[in-house]
Each structure stands twice: as structure tokens, then as C-alpha cells.
């Protein structure tokens, strides 16, 4: 009898097997297929037009990668079970299932529970539909499994996520300096003691990996005009929640307009399933429909604020500006006058905050390197390491955000 293999034509790797029955049937689930309606990232597209890949293609890169690294890892005779490598492979497949629409906006607005404990609660209701088959890789992704190193291929500072979003943003944004030698980085892994390691002439390709973040995010993922359409993005859904909290009348699709009149916590999810049925309805074209139809809203901010989204006059960012509190009230003077915004709202239309780019945590599960002398040590201890000079440090920038009037 043939065994069904799935094949999917991917543009950043090429072509991607998928021979796992159990793989196969989560790919073929309506809750994975949901992410084909969502972007990676988010209103990255206003500003790098390519960007309008979706967490789809990055679940199925994320799970292409934990195959190539098992893989690896098993020529060195670090032996992963048939069954541990198709559970790390389902983590690794599943790991941002709970992720809603431009996920990071709505967490902080309309759904105030965090996307890992959604993908977490929506792997359970998967495992039980298909009899047990998720177990041990909720296990793996929640880090009780006994085999560490699993986990950390899913979740760590060097972790096949990462990876792959830096390799499939880069590529789709047509921002180079994103490109990482995944290959060599995987080639380069070790295990000891359980925990995942890498050699230590792999130490210059993570180096790399990490600038490639730390440039990513400031040139991409916090590039300003980026931040400004996450935040305009941002202040719509508050206003949207704060008028359906007063009682007014907001269009919405029935499954956006569920959450939008409804303050649901992480314990309702848990305890009543209806909840998590309804999330795995929603997706990107929810929240853009709603938002379009709100530009002719009575509400004077919330047609303000969706025109300017739809229209994409976003807001102005300027980064560590001289004189904060006297541009603040410039421009909040500026908002009163021209746009007839009352004092207490102006504050969806200038404001300030902080952009933080943290590129390797020092306080965060750290990254092992194996000397040729059989040492272990944290990748900011190896002399010379560009790491411990300069990329081990947090970089901090203030903004002030304002509406150009």
C-alpha cells in the first residue's frame, strides 16, 4: 500500500516533504488552514509590499527546519525516536496556531489572553479530536517533556522559529541583511547533557544569526513607519472596544463582533470551549472589513483614525526626539485646533513610548557553545565574540508618535 505523502512548493526552501499521516492531517485541519488568512507580519506590507506572507507558510517552514535539525543531530548519533522526531515536528508545526490577526495589536486590544497559551489550549482540543496523537508534542512545546533539547528547538534563542522568520521575512521584505546560514547552523548542532549546544566553529554563523536580528528589527519589525501603522492599528481596536463598552453600535463580522463586546479571560478560554471554536474563526479579513465600514462611523476618532489606516496616511515617529514634552504639546495644540479633538482623546493622535530591541537576552535560556577542548560555554565567554561586546546589550529608543494634521 502507498503511503500519502503532502508536498508543498515552498519559495524560501524549495520543496517541502511531509510523509507523516498525523503531520498531514493537522496541515489539512480548518484550525491550521485559518492562518493562510493571516499575515506574518501584520502591516509590515504598508511599508515592504512583499511582506503579505502568512504565518501558513512560516508554520510549515518552522516544522521543514525541526525535520533538517533532527536530522543532523542524528548523524551525530544523538538517536531521536521515529515518534519524538514526528511530536517535534507537530510542535514545532503548531507552535503559533493561537496566533490572531495581526496577533500582537489584538492581545493588546480585543483578546487580552497571549497567543502561546491559546496555541497551547487549541493543540489540547486537536489532541483530543485525534486520540492522543498530540501529547508528547504538547509536551515538547511546554517544556515537560523529558528530552530538553526538543523544547529548545522550539522555543529559545536559537531556535528554528527564529530562523525561519528571519529567513522568510528577509526574503519576502527583500531586506538582505535578514539572510542567515540556517544550513550551516543546523549542521553545527550538538547535544550535551540534554541541552541543545553548538559546536564551536558553528560560533561565527550564530553571530551572524544574531545580527541578523538585531538589523531586522530596526530596519524592519520597528522601522518607524512600520511601528507607526502597528500603533494606528493599535489605537483603532481601543477605540473600538471602549465605544462597544459604553453600549454603542459597531459593524463587525459576527465572530469579530463576539470578542469585540466581550472581555474574555484566559480562564473563560479554558472553561468554556465555545470561546476557542469562535477564536479559530477569526482572522485578518475580520478585522479589515470592520475596519473599512468604520470609516463612516458617527464616531468622530474612529472614522478619523480607520480613513487613515484605509488611506494610509499613518502616524509620524520621531526617534529620541530633543525637547519631548514641548513637541508632545505642539503637536497635541496642533490636533485640538485642527482636527476639533477633545483635550481627554487626544491621545490617539500623539502620543510617546519606548521601542525596545533586545537581541540575546543574558537573563534568558543562553547559548551553549561546545569548545573543540570538550568546554561548554555561554557564546558571550568566547573570546573575541562579537556577541559579548556588543550585541548582548539592550538598545532603547524613545519616540513621540503624532498624527501629521
Not at 11 to 20: A, D, I, M, N, Q
Not at 141 to 150: A, C, I, N, T, V
Not at 281 to 295: E, M, P, R
Request: charged content about 25%.
Amino acid at each position: 500500500m502507498s503511503i500519502k505523502v503532502k508536498i508543498i512548493n515552498d519559495p524560501v526552501y524549495g520543496f517541502l516533504r511531509f510523509p507523516e499521516p498525523e503531520i498531514i492531517k493537522i496541515i489539512e485541519h480548518p484550525w491550521f488552514q485559518r492562518l493562510r488568512n493571516i499575515k506574518q507580519m501584520g502591516m509590515a506590507n504598508l511599508v515592504y509590499p512583499g511582506a503579505v506572507h502568512t504565518r501558513l507558510h512560516h508554520s510549515l517552514g518552522a516544522c521543514h527546519l525541526m525535520g533538517k535539525a533532527l536530522d543532523e543531530l542524528n548523524t551525530k548519533h544523538i538517536t531521536t525516536s521515529k515518534e519524538e522526531c514526528i511530536a517535534a515536528r507537530m510542535a514545532a508545526l503548531l507552535h503559533d496556531v493561537g496566533h490572531g490577526p495581526f496577533s500582537h495589536s489584538l492581545e493588546n486590544t480585543i483578546v487580552n489572553v497571549h497567543h502561546e497559551t491559546l496555541s497551547r489550549l487549541i493543540m489540547e482540543r486537536m489532541n483530543e479530536e485525534m486520540g492522543g496523537a498530540l501529547s508528547t508534542a504538547i509536551a515538547i512545546f511546554d517544556h515537560s517533556y523529558p528530552q530538553r533539547y526538543l523544547h529548545q528547538l522550539v522555543s529559545s534563542q536559537l531556535d528554528v522559529d527564529r530562523m525561519d522568520y528571519l529567513n522568510r521575512d528577509s526574503f519576502f521584505t527583500g531586506v538582505s541583511e535578514g539572510v542567515i546560514g540556517y544550513d550551516r547552523i543546523l549542521q553545527m548542532l550538538t547535544v550535551r547533557d540534554n541541552e541543545l549546544m553548538v559546536e564551536e566553529k558553528g560560533v561565527h554563523s550564530v553571530e551572524k544569526f544574531i545580527i541578523a536580528r538585531r538589523l531586522m528589527y530596526w530596519q524592519v519589525y520597528l522601522h518607524k513607519t512600520v511601528l507607526g501603522a502597528e500603533m494606528l492599528l493599535i489605537n483603532i481596536l481601543k477605540r473600538a472596544k471602549a465605544l462597544a463598552k459604553d453600549g454603542h453600535d459597531l459593524f463587525a463580522t459576527p465572530t469579530f463582533k463576539y470578542f469585540l463586546y466581550k472581555d474574555l479571560t484566559e480562564e473563560d478560554f479554558k472553561n468554556n470551549p465555545e470561546h476557542l471554536e469562535l477564536y479559530c474563526q477569526l482572522d485578518d479579513t475580520d478585522v479589515l472589513a470592520s475596519i473599512k465600514v468604520w470609516q463612516t462611523h458617527e464616531d468622530k476618532i474612529l472614522s478619523t483614525l480607520c480613513k487613515m489606516l484605509i488611506l494610509r496616511n499613518l502616524y509620524k515617529i520621531s526617534f529620541n526626539p530633543e525637547s519631548l514634552a514641548s513637541i508632545l504639546r505642539e503637536k497635541r495644540d496642533e490636533v485640538i485646533k485642527n482636527l476639533g479633538i477633545a483635550e481627554e482623546d487626544v491621545h490617539y493622535f500623539v502620543f510617546e513610548g519606548t521601542a525596545s530591541n533586545s537581541t540575546y537576552n543574558t537573563y534568558d535560556e543562553l547559548i551553549k557553545i561546545e569548545t573543540k577542548y570538550g568546554q561548554v560555554k555561554n557564546i558571550t565567554e568566547i573570546e573575541d565574540s562579537l556577541v559579548n561586546q556588543t550585541l548582548a546589550r539592550a538598545v532603547h529608543k524613545n519616540y513621540i508618535c503624532y498624527v501629521q494634521s
